[in-house]
């Protein structure tokens, strides 16, 4: 079953991480909070940055490698990260 982000915005933080895979939207509106926009997340998928599966033309995030993603990227000293 497919969620759209607005669907998932509803649905609360335990449920919504036992969710196996995003789409790029759900992944800046839901997972990011709408904190990096879908262009970004593209963006950072294409040059290697986030972690994910091409599906056709289409990308797949795995919940649980983006949490692993941000806890190594994002809980580092902001002098160490590139600027996004």
């Known amino acids: 079953m497919q969620l759209s982000a607005q669907n998932m ?7 919504a ?9 759900e992944v ?11 262009a970004r997340v593209l963006q950072m998928t294409r040059n290697g940055e986030l972690p994910a599966i ?15 993603w941000t806890e190594k990227n ?3 000293p902001s002098w160490t990260h590139k600027r996004l």
């Not at 991480?17 to 939207?25: D, E, I, N, P, Y």
């Not at 091409?54 to 692993?68: D, F, N, R, T, V």
């Open 28 to 38: 800046a509106d839901v997972f990011f909070q709408g904190k990096l926009k879908y």
């Open 9 to 15: 915005t509803m649905l609360n933080s335990t449920t």
């Open 74 to 76: 994002l809980n580092k």
């Open 54 to 68: 091409k599906q056709g033309k289409s990308y797949l995030y795995l919940w649980s490698a983006l949490e692993k």
């Open 17 to 25: 991480s036992q969710l196996t895979f995003l789409t790029a939207t």
